[in-house]
């Protein structure tokens, strides 16, 4: 196929001669080897000396393909009472250096096949795991989560709305803001068209090569690797907020002492801090809306986390304007429960046993 128009011209002659369109028209061909719905052609931009920078990101690039699209900005999170306190105190939501992975090989669809450092991707690559608040009305799917994140039905779900839509248009007043680098994006568990996927290295790399054009082709597809899970994982049914490395902001970030391992690990992890309640031009949005005890909670202990985290509430006015969060508990029952688990694990031993064969 030929597939360039002059071959060894390079990019500048048609900068210069003001041929833009021929230049964003034969890259949005090449994005389009992997996402045939992408509608607006990116755009180019010269850092000098023949480095140029593509006017488009992940987000743009993510809405194009329905199977990410979480068509919802109403998002939940299990995890415990502990871990809830924590949340509130610092007023924050981390979003975790892709480093503290528990799944090390959860990458690997895309990543393998490419000649890449994917250690300094997840070193600029932060990740937060939700669903969609609807799991919430699935006993059956609910239960599941309630058991492997929210201890064990004894913890809490925490409910946000994102004020903002993170999905939108990103380029309409200014492209350097933060909210380009951030987005919501549903997480897939089929596997990766591995063939679409050389191709389209490919014939980059050969518009590279022939145009003299240099920039790198996996800043712009590198997160769609930690948006794809294995099989085995699609009970999680997960949403990830997801902080790109595109113009990233590192006074954002912190370290902190790893959570994942024992009180002897002196490893750290590096976070991402989103503000809870905060109204601000250009920032990520995060509203919590309401707080769900799990239905394993004694009547005692729900009394009295409820009263407790209220009290936090009304003492600390963090929720600033916003209402304070709507307090519930899971009416899931324990036999639903017990069964629903059970289930689960019948059929995580049937995969397991069919994967292995």
Known sequence: MKFFKEEGMSIDAYIRGGDLSFVSHKITQIFKILFPNLIEEPCVYSRGKGDYRILTTPKELL???????????????????????????????????????????????????????????????????FCDSKILDDNEKASVMWNEYGEQGKGVVIK?????????????????????????????????DKQRLKRFESEFQDYQENYKFYTNVLDYIYPFAYMTKKPKFEFENELRLFKANHWFNEKHTEMVACDKHDDDCDCEVKYYKVPLFKKEEGKVELVISEIQFGPNLSDYDYEKQKNEIENIFRETKINGDYPIPFFSRSTISETSYNEAIERHKQKSQIKETATSC
């Open 160 to 192: 946000f709305e994102i004020a903002k839509d993170l999905n939108t248009k990103i380029f309409e007043d200014n492209f350097m803001g933060e909210v380009t680098d951030v987005f919501l994006g549903k997480v897939s568990y089929k596997p990766i």
């Open 63 to 129: 809405n194009s393909l329905e199977i990410y699209n979480p068509q919802t900005n109403k998002i939940v999170h299990f995890t415990s009472l502990f871990k809830l306190k924590k949340i509130l105190e610092t007023n924050t939501f981390r979003l975790y250096n892709a480093h503290n992975s528990n799944y090390k090989t959860e990458f690997a669809n895309w990543l393998d096949d490419f000649d890449i450092d994917a250690d300094k991707l997840k070193q600029k690559t932060y990740i937060g795991s």
